[in-house]
Nanobody, 121 residues
Framework: QVQLVESGGGLVQAGGSLRLFCSAS????????VGWFRQAPGKEREFVVA????????YYADSMKGRVTISRDNAKNTVYLQMNSLKPDDTAVYSC??????????????WGQGTQVTVSS
């Protein structure tokens, strides 16, 4: 069982940046792809970006493409999500997930609790 903990969320003004962290409890973290998702109030959960086991491949949703960068350090069991040029519409709870999905936009096995990102106008 992999436990995931997100951190780095907070309140930021529009146009600002945040760096989110997804930390795992297990050394086997390097055996999993990791995805970031977000859920705004009253909306369904939305795929944002994913990274392969090795970190060589990344997959971006159109919603934040060009404004976010995902990376990972398997030695530290951590995946990073750098978010720039944030907009009020980016306000949501951001969660990371790990697994070996056939589809990088869904079907992950392990989920974190999420971290709140609030973008003020």
């Amino acid at each position: 069982q992999v436990q995931l903990v997100e951190s780095g969320g907070g309140l930021v003004q529009a146009g600002g940046s945040l760096r989110l962290f997804c930390s795992a409890s297990e050394r086997t973290f390097s055996s999993y792809a990791v995805g970031w998702f977000r859920q705004a109030p009253g909306k369904e959960r939305e795929f944002v970006v994913a990274i392969s086991l090795s970190g060589r491949s990344t997959y971006y949703a159109d919603s934040m493409k060009g404004r976010v960068t995902i990376s990972r350090d398997n030695a530290k069991n951590t995946v990073y999500l750098q978010m720039n040029s944030l907009k009020p519409d980016d306000t949501a709870v951001y969660s990371c997930a790990a697994g070996n999905p056939r589809d990088y936009t869904k079907d992950y096995d392990y989920w974190g609790q999420g971290t709140q990102v609030t973008v003020s106008s």
